[in-house]
């Protein structure tokens, strides 16, 4: 190597050879370190591969019982599990639409024919909420997920998931029935028989045991998400409320059912509800059938709260423990509690039997726990006496505004829209929304409620 031009002296020069010494030693010291580190790394896989002591790796001679046990000599089979495959959707122009039906809370209905088949379907065109800023509504995820897991005689059958062309355009293909219970029921001149209300319960009531067996609560029962086709049979619709819940229920939304259909547990701001809701949509349904009617035709949430307690009594500690510790009971002035034990509705329902009575009355119990679980309502002794469920067989058939004309709406309200729930008490609530025009209202028969 040449010199450094700086290095003009001895002493530099020794200084230079002890320096190159010292960096060649270094250089060394760390090859030396690296090799030591490979071989660790090997012993140690080494070590891993040798056979623990109960470990066989080679087979036993055939002669010995063991053998054939721990080590098959045929080839070992693959254990094969089929996971449904993954395909794009099909694109809704594959569908010809024949009639606009309904423009729901979450999306759009028609009734329309795929054009290979021939087969008429009902399309729902997903509504895509522009505010949410998470993109895909949860109200169609939820749909899609709930409906997809059940199959049952009594909910609606979905069969695919179209698109449009751009990703906003997404409809759900499902089974087409001619009528829903709410429409149908305003255009029937007289209520369903008792033979048909019990034949249109049980279904009803069959599919919501289904649903809970699953974990699945529907969340928004109500008339217009019943379906009926042309031969008496019914079938559940409208998941967008639906969801998974567990045991202890989860903390969930107070804000879901279409008001006349809420329970009170709901309207006093209960987040840990479970079954129990259905069940009392389940009970609204039972006296609108018998009446036509819907049985709790609330303005708003207070009113909704009074005409309940109108019908079914006031609830008391003894009745409903813990009651006052929901969210919104605290701020409720409530009269003295009658005993009322179902003679307000045995009174509304004159024609219905006493076995009849006490099912409505059971659904309509305030307090959630007392309510009958499905199964309990399917072999309840109403549907045992005379006159017995109808056969579907033997239904009326009804003349299907699904199928062609447009449709004649009453005004009802919708489901609840997601966000944030009004609470009816408390210190930093607004309750404008529920107190609107509150004064010029109509009360609940005999009492009116207060906010302390
Ligand atoms: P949304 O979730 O937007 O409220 P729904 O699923 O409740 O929409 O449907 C709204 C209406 O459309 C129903 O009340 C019913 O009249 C009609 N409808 C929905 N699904 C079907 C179907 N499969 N067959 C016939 N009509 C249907």
């Not at 003009?8 to 200084?15: H, I, M, V």
């Not at 009745?319 to 034990?341: C, Y």
């Not at 219905?352 to 309840?380: F, I, M, Q, Y």
Request: charged share 25%; glycine share 6%; net charge neutral.
């Amino acid at each position: 190597m040449a010199p450094s031009r700086w290095a003009d002296t001895e002493e530099d020069k020794a200084a230079d050879v002890q320096r190159k010494r010292e960096k060649d030693e270094k250089r060394r010291a760390k090859a030396e370190r690296a090799r030591q580190e490979v071989a660790e790394v090997q012993a140690q896989q080494k070590l891993e591969e040798r056979p623990t002591k109960r470990q066989r790796l080679s087979a036993a001679p055939e002669s010995t019982p063991q053998a054939s046990l721990s080590a098959p000599s045929a080839p070992r089979k693959l254990l094969r599990h089929n996971a449904p495959g993954w395909y794009p959707s099909r694109h809704v122009n594959n569908f010809e639409r024949l009639n606009h039906i309904e423009e729901g809370s979450y999306g759009w209905v028609s009734r329309a024919k795929e054009t290979a088949t021939g087969e008429v379907v009902a399309l729902k065109k997903l509504k895509m909420d522009g505010s949410d800023a998470s993109g895909f509504p949860v109200t169609g995820l939820r749909e899609i997920q709930c409906l997809k897991a059940c199959q049952h005689g009594h909910i609606v059958d979905l069969r695919e998931i179209v698109v449009g062309n751009g990703l906003e355009e997404v409809f759900l293909v499902m089974e087409f029935l001619e009528h829903d219970l709410k429409t149908l029921q305003e255009e029937m001149q007289e209520p369903f028989l008792a033979s048909e209300t019990k034949t249109l319960m049980l279904q009803l009531t069959s599919a919501v045991d289904y649903l809970h067996d699953h974990w699945i609560l529907h969340r928004d029962l109500k008339t217009s998400n019943i379906l009926m086709n042309n031969r008496g049979e019914i079938k559940l619709a409208d998941f967008g409320m639906a969801r998974y819940f567990g045991d202890p229920s989860p903390k969930m939304t107070q804000l879901v059912v279409t008001l006349w259909y809420r329970a009170p547990e709901l309207l006093l701001g209960a987040e840990d509800y479970g079954r129990a809701i259905d069940l009392w949509s389940v009970g609204c349904i039972f006296g609108e059938l018998l009446t036509k009617q819907p049985l709790l035709q609330g303005k708003n949430e207070v009113d909704q709260l009074s005409k309940i307690f109108a019908l079914c009594g006031i609830p008391s500690e003894e009745t409903w423990p813990g009651f006052k510790r929901l969210p919104n009971a605290r701020s409720l002035r409530l009269p003295r509690a009658e005993q009322n034990s179902g003679a307000v509705i045995r009174a509304k329902f004159p024609l219905l039997t006493t076995a009849g009575s006490s099912l409505l009355c059971d659904l309509l119990a305030l307090n959630p726990a007392k309510r009958p679980a499905a199964k309990e309502v399917l072999a309840h002794p109403y549907f045992e006496e005379n006159p017995r469920p109808k056969s579907t067989a033997m239904f009326p058939t009804f003349p299907s505004k699904a199928g062609q004309e447009k449709r004649r709406r009453y005004a009802s309200p919708s489901a609840p829209k997601r966000g944030e729930a009004p609470k009816i008490g408390g210190a930093a609530g607004d309750f404008s929304g529920i107190f609107a025009g509150q004064e010029d209202e109509e009360t609940g028969a005999g009492f009116q409620l207060k906010l302390i």
